[in-house]
């Protein structure tokens, strides 16, 4: 009990500055999910409720529990697979918006700049 309360007590400053991240909560199992499929069949959020045997309600109040919703969730994926093709290959940046899951190049522009303040050919280019 004693050893429980310092190892919080030395981790309190990092905890309170930092928001705590729960690798088994809900936010990181809907993440795993979709990284897991090809953005385009991506599964809509009732039947990622089916998929863990949850009712909708239960996974959209977990989820906000985290301070996220669905929509953030994918976005999130959806820049993490831009930014990986973006550092590690060469492909056109029509064919990173079509592998991140946008049906047009500029929406996907708008999002990536959104995202991390530049465009994406920019984001390219920075030293890594």
């Not at 009990?1 to 705590?20: C, E, H, S, T």
């Not at 991240?21 to 385009?40: F, T, W, Y």
């Not at 991506?42 to 109040?61: G, P, Y």
Request: hydrophobic residues 40%.
């Amino acid at each position: 009990m004693v050893g429980d309360r310092d190892a919080f007590l030395q981790r309190a400053p990092a905890n309170i500055l930092v928001k705590y991240r729960n690798d088994a909560g809900a936010v990181a199992r809907v993440k795993h999910l979709l990284r897991s499929q090809n953005p385009d069949v991506w599964l809509d959020f009732d039947e990622v409720a089916q998929r863990f045997d949850l009712s909708a309600s239960t996974l959209r109040r977990r989820i906000e529990a985290e301070d996220q919703s669905f929509q953030e969730i994918k976005d999130t994926v959806r820049k993490e697979i831009a930014v990986h093709l973006l550092r590690t290959t060469d492909l056109s940046l029509a064919a990173v918006a079509e592998a991140a899951g946008f049906s047009e190049a500029s929406s996907f522009f708008r999002a990536f700049r959104k995202w991390t303040g530049v465009n994406p050919g920019e984001y390219r280019c920075r030293p890594r």
